[in-house]
């Protein structure tokens, strides 16, 4: 039976089709859809990593194949092992299983890292229960790292790498020091707002101070304090009681043990005008550690103090 809807004839099986929830979705990169259950039939399309389908039929070898359908129209076979059962109301369980295994993997190019942040970004965008979306922003961030990872140094211009950056401009930016490209600060620090009352604002916290790109100070004392107090003092004050508290202390206290008063070489600060900006800095970060209780505290305390001592007000 053909159907006229909206100007256009279809037939009454394709509505049924489209109207259906998917029913499975791939579980791999540049998965080949083809024509027939067999490895050297015709191709179709190339499904990326997450695309919904939907079940028409199994069959080949062993019934090892399934027939789908995508939201594109294209019909065709491809390996069922290269899929995932789903439902709507595992859709997340689902993806979440999938997301972890990738993320679990060593060596992938930059084509399935890339399908892998898009796939976290759509399900991240997508959902609803606050506690699942704290587990995704953290994916987001290991996936989004990962695939950063994979673009040359210096080929960001290039494709495919091109479109893919562009399209996430307000979240990237080219370290020029490292020579390659970062998370920008600013997003790290908005996915933990984002999902502060959730299990995973501790980790996104830490996160921010872990991927964190620091500028290149090249011994400027001030420049140090400043990116310490941006980064762990940050965690800080956000999670005084966290988990990584220690770890930031002791950051902290790893940096702070190289300066003394006076500053010895290679580093330098020149305390008739250098003290405002390093007072800017070094306050907050000293404020934001006395909050806490972590192990080896008041050495650190006393090595910003005596840093310090050289500035008067």
């Known amino acids: 039976m053909r159907i006229l809807v909206a100007g256009l004839v279809v037939s ?3 509505l049924l089709v489209f109207a259906q ?5 791939t579980s791999a990169s540049n998965v080949r859809l083809r024509a027939s259950p067999s490895e050297s039939a015709a191709v179709v399309a190339s499904l990326a990593l997450g695309t919904d389908l939907i079940q028409l039929d199994t069959g080949g070898d062993g019934a ?3 027939r789908v359908r995508t939201a594109g129209g294209h019909d065709g076979w491809l390996p069922s092992r290269l899929t995932r059962s789903l439902t709507s109301s595992r859709r997340i369980e689902v993806i979440e299983a999938i997301v972890r295994e990738r993320l679990e993997r060593k060596g992938d190019a930059f084509a399935p890292r890339s399908e892998l942040s898009e796939l976290v970004e759509r399900t991240l965008k997508d959902a609803q229960d606050p506690e699942a979306a704290g587990r995704f922003a953290l994916y987001w961030i290991t996936s989004m790292a990962g695939a950063l990872q994979a673009v040359p140094s210096r080929r960001g211009k290039e494709q495919p790498h091109k479109d893919w950056l562009a399209a996430r401009a307000d979240a990237v930016v080219y370290h020029e020091l490292g020579q390659r490209w970062v998370i920008r600060q600013t997003r790290l620090w908005q996915l933990h707002d984002a999902h ?8 996104l916290a830490w ?3 872990i991927n964190g790109s620091r500028g290149e100070c090249e011994g ?3 420049c140090y304090v400043r990116w310490l107090d941006l980064l762990e003092g940050e965690y800080l ?5 966290g988990q990584h508290v220690g770890e930031a202390v002791a950051r902290v206290a790893n940096a702070a043990s190289a300066w003394g008063a006076p500053v010895p070489g290679p580093y330098f600060l020149d305390p008739a005008k250098d003290c405002v900006e390093l007072v800017q800095s070094l306050d907050p970060l000293r404020a934001a550690l006395a909050t806490t209780r972590a192990d080896g ?3 650190v305390l006393a090595n910003l103090d005596k840093l310090r001592s050289g500035c008067k007000g």
């Open 237 to 241: 004050r956000r999670s005084a009681l």
């Open 12 to 14: 009454a099986g394709s």
């Open 21 to 25: 929830e998917p029913t499975r979705i």
């Open 220 to 222: 400027f004392v001030p």
């Open 297 to 299: 505290l008041q050495s």
């Open 207 to 209: 996160a921010a101070v």
């Open 196 to 203: 502060a009352r959730t299990a995973s604002a501790d980790e």
């Open 64 to 66: 090892t194949w399934t």
